[in-house]
């Protein structure tokens, strides 16, 4: 157990909908990170935050967008959904945002899109 | 771009014996970190190892050692005495000044009883 959680552990929707996705980081960390797992892109990085604010973007959709929390929780949203969006998303975090860090993941919400 | 290149999609490899998975990558950074992550079926996302590049000594845990050679941008894990608990995805990822984790394709590992 990585002390990293996230909800809901699957997620069944149609096209078209909009989800929500929860990630609670360890217990001291700053930094999170969201991350999306495919058959055909494999694993790729989203978006980080630390303490609240946004500090990288990798390939993230413009219908996805996350935030961070006062209470250091994050949600990554996902709207417009279509067929290609069903993947496994990861949160993963880390103490600081320096590089370096090491990334500890969450056990993953399995999203399919019908 | 940086990529990482795990040439060997499946691996196998009997029980109580060691194998080898590779993993080159390419970045004109000179400090960066390697890892090696483990993900079984249950699809959890575990850290196996981790090396700094500036360092020279390869990095160990356990049944678990890299070779890293920085000059040939090549990353390999020895997984020694190995056992079905590591019948596994491991993906090799890079990660320089921008913090985010750049991973391979993944290896499948299986072990032989």
């Known amino acids: 157990d990585s002390g990293v959680t996230q909800t809901p552990k699957h997620l069944i929707t149609a096209t078209g909908q909009r989800v929500t996705l929860r990630c609670s980081p360890r217990?001291?960390?700053?930094?999170v990170y969201w991350y999306q797992q495919s058959l055909d892109q494999g694993l790729q990085f989203l978006i980080q935050?630390?303490?609240?604010?946004?500090?990288a973007k990798g390939n993230i959709l413009e219908r996805f967008s996350a935030q961070q929390f006062p209470d250091l929780h994050s949600e990554l949203n996902l709207s417009s959904l279509e067929l290609g969006d069903s993947a496994l998303y990861f949160c993963?975090?880390?103490?600081?945002?320096?590089?370096?860090?090491?990334?500890?993941f969450g056990p993953g919400t399995r999203l399919l899109v019908l | 771009a940086q990529t990482v290149t795990q040439s060997q999609p499946e691996m196998s490899v009997q029980e109580a014996e060691t194998v080898t998975l590779s993993c080159t990558y390419d970045?004109?950074?000179?400090?960066?970190?390697l890892f090696w992550y483990k993900q079984p079926p249950s699809r959890q996302m575990i850290l196996v190892i981790r090396q700094e590049a500036y360092k020279q000594q390869n990095a160990t845990e356990n049944r678990f050692s890299v070779n890293f050679q920085k000059a040939a941008k090549s990353f390999s894990l020895k997984i020694s005495d190995s056992q079905l608990g590591d019948a596994a995805m491991y993906f090799c990822a890079w990660q320089g000044g921008s913090e985010k984790l750049v991973f391979g394709k993944g290896t499948k590992l299986t072990v032989n009883p």
């Open positions: 993963a975090s880390s103490v600081g945002a320096g590089w370096g860090e090491t990334q500890y």
């Open positions: 970045t004109s950074e000179s400090d960066y970190y």
């Open positions: 217990s001291g960390d700053l930094s």
């Open positions: 935050y630390y303490n609240g604010e946004e500090r």
